[in-house]
């Protein structure tokens, strides 16, 4: 008889399958990872380019000409159509797609995270930047020393959301060969001609990742506003 017990020994028990499932993990999880710092760095950059102030009377400055377009065709294409060109253009002669799958969500949440970060050091109150100028601090210093710090505390919540959603974006990587956990619950599900518990299976794999991350968010959220109320 085809029972639960049976499918789920079957998708999981049988040639140690349950291993690839913690591979496929692995391989989601280091995506996500690599991925985020990237879109940090590119996000940091970004916000910066597009806070730059214009001089000789102009509207805005070159570098928020740049910044703004990179951050509305980012936005405004699918993110598998990104990793695709990524793959079948940019990086057409490499075979490293988990390069160029970290790559592709890098760029992708680095538009995402440097409206974060803009917002986040847009709501320091201006007052900071004018007391740091005041003491003899430069511009950038101070935004550095006094503006960043306080903006770091605003926008840790969330970039962490982002940082969810980007391990649940990566379930795309199949596209380009890489046996995450998505692709690996498919690949399963084509040999035991069972699609019920291989792919239920990812889903609470993901859902107990998903839900630690934010239980663990939650809980630095609580402390930031206890910090807060000091």
């Known amino acids: 008889m085809n029972t639960l017990e049976t499918k789920f020994y079957n998708a999981f028990i049988v040639k140690d399958r349950w291993i690839l499932y913690l591979k496929g993990l692995g391989v989601t999880l280091e995506i996500a990872v690599a ?67 970290s790559l592709s969500f890098g760029i992708n949440s680095g538009a995402y995270v440097s409206e974060i970060i803009r917002a986040g050091i847009l709501a320091v109150d201006k007052g900071q930047m004018e007391a740091g100028r005041s003491l003899g ?17 605003n926008v840790l919540p969330p970039i962490g959301n982002e940082f969810i959603m980007l391990i ?34 990812a889903a609470v794999i993901y859902f107990i990742i998903i839900k630690i991350l934010t239980l663990l968010l939650e809980a630095l959220e609580r402390r930031l506003r206890k910090s807060d109320n000091r």
């Open 137 to 153: 601090l430069t511009k950038a210093m101070t935004m550095k020393e006094i503006v960043l710090p306080q903006a770091f505390k």
């Open 168 to 201: 649940k974006e990566t379930a795309i990587v199949g596209y380009v060969s890489l046996s995450d956990l998505t692709r690996t619950a498919s690949q399963i599900s084509s040999r035991t001609y069972e699609a019920f518990m291989p792919l239920i299976g």
């Open 35 to 101: 991925a985020g710092i990237i879109g940090i760095i590119i996000g940091c950059i970004i916000a910066l380019m597009r806070l730059s102030e214009p001089k000789n009377g102009r509207k805005h400055t070159i570098w928020w000409y740049i910044a703004t377009a990179y951050v509305d065709v980012i936005r405004g294409t699918p993110s598998v159509l990104q990793l695709l060109i990524m793959w079948f253009i940019v990086f057409s002669s490499s075979k490293n797609g988990l390069l160029v799958a």
